[in-house]
C-alpha cells in the first residue's frame, strides 16, 4: 500500500443537517431542522439528493427526515467516530495542525512536527476560532453494500459528545457488538444562552424505536453468531480499518478540508453579522421553522415519557 495515503471507510454519501446556498453572492450555510442525505455530486443548488433520502422521507412524519436506521460497520467505537481538534489552512484547506488534547501533529516548514496538544482555547496558534474540533461519523443505511459508508461531519461539541458517549456506551454494554445493533441517529435541539435561545441542533445515537436495549443485544448475540457461522471476520475488519487510518500522517485531506472552510466557517461569519451589539440586550425569538422542531420535541417527549420501574 501506498505510505501517506490514508485509507478512510468507502464514502457512498453524506448526511448532513442544513446546507449550503448562494445570499448576495457568497455560498453560506443554511440550517434546517431535519436531516438531508445526499450523494457525492454537486449542482449549481448544491448536494444532489441521494435516492435513500427520498425513501426515508416518504415514511417520516411531515416529511421531516429526524431519525436514519443506522449500523455501525466497526466494533471498535473509535473507528466509526473520527474526532480531533484541526487546524485547517483557510486557502488552501490543508490541515495545519490536528491534536487531541495531549498532543498534535503540526506541519511546518521543516516538515511534521510534534508537539504538546493544550486544546484551543489555551493555544497560541488557534485564537480567532481558527482550531475547531473535527468529528466524522461513518455509518451503513444499505444493506445492498455492508461496506459502504455515509459520513456525518460536525465541528459540534454537542454532536461529537454525545456520540462519543453512545457508541462507548453500546459497545460496553453489547460486550463489544456495537456492529450488529440496531440503531438510528436522531436529531435532537436545545437552547443555550449562546445561542439566543433559539434551538441548537445535534445529533444522537439511539437504538431504533419499540427496540428495548436487552432485546437489541441478544439480537446482536444472534447476528454474530451467524456472521461467524458463514465465515466472516469482525476483528479482522477492524483491524484492517485501523492499519488504514494510521497509513498517513494526516487523515485529512485538502480536499476535504476546503469544503469544511466552506461551511464551517462560513457559519462563523454569518453568527458574527447576526449577534447583537450589545452583549446585554435580549434578543426576541422570530416565528420560523424551528416553532415546528420545537413543537414536534415536546410532542414527542410526552409520549415517551413513562415511570420507570
Request: neutral net charge; aromatic residues 6%.
Amino acid at each position: 500500500m501506498i505510505k501517506g495515503l490514508a485509507i478512510t471507510p468507502p464514502i457512498l454519501g453524506r448526511i448532513s443537517i442544513g446546507k449550503m446556498v448562494e445570499k448576495n453572492g457568497k455560498r453560506v450555510p443554511e440550517k434546517d431542522d431535519q436531516f438531508t442525505i445526499t450523494s457525492q455530486i454537486q449542482n449549481k443548488e448544491g448536494w444532489v439528493k441521494h435516492p435513500l433520502d427520498e425513501q426515508l422521507r416518504a415514511k417520516a412524519s411531515n416529511q421531516k427526515l429526524r431519525s436514519i436506521p443506522v449500523r455501525m460497520i466497526f466494533n471498535d467505537p473509535e473507528l466509526n467516530l473520527r474526532a480531533e481538534y484541526t487546524l485547517f489552512d483557510r486557502q488552501t484547506g490543508r490541515p495545519v495542525c490536528i491534536g487531541n488534547g495531549e498532543t498534535c501533529q503540526r506541519l511546518t516548514n521543516q516538515g511534521i512536527e510534534h508537539h504538546p496538544c493544550p486544546s484551543p482555547d489555551l493555544c497560541s496558534l488557534a485564537q480567532g476560532g481558527l482550531c475547531k474540533p473535527y468529528g466524522r461519523l461513518y455509518v451503513n443505511l444499505d444493506e445492498s453494500d455492508e461496506l459502504g459508508t455515509f459520513v456525518f461531519r460536525t465541528t459540534g461539541f454537542n454532536s461529537i459528545r454525545t456520540l462519543a458517549a453512545r457508541l462507548s456506551y453500546y459497545h460496553a454494554a453489547s460486550n463489544g457488538l456495537l456492529s450488529c445493533l440496531p440503531l438510528q441517529l436522531t436529531l435532537r435541539g436545545k437552547s443555550t444562552t449562546q445561542s439566543y435561545r433559539t434551538p441548537v441542533y445535534y445529533v444522537d445515537l439511539t437504538l431504533r424505536e419499540g427496540i428495548h436495549l436487552q432485546e437489541a443485544i441478544q439480537t446482536a448475540k444472534e447476528i454474530d453468531q451467524k456472521s461467524k457461522l458463514s465465515g466472516f471476520n469482525q476483528a479482522a475488519l477492524d483491524q484492517m480499518a485501523r492499519q488504514g487510518y494510521g497509513n498517513a500522517q494526516f487523515e485529512l485531506n485538502a480536499e476535504e478540508g476546503l469544503d469544511l472552510v466552506e461551511e464551517f466557517h462560513a457559519e462563523e461569519s454569518s453568527k458574527a453579522e447576526q449577534q447583537p451589539i450589545d452583549s446585554n440586550a435580549k434578543s426576541i425569538p422570530k416565528l420560523n421553522q424551528d416553532d415546528g422542531f420545537v413543537q414536534d420535541m415536546q410532542k414527542g417527549l410526552h409520549g415517551s415519557v413513562r415511570a420507570v420501574n
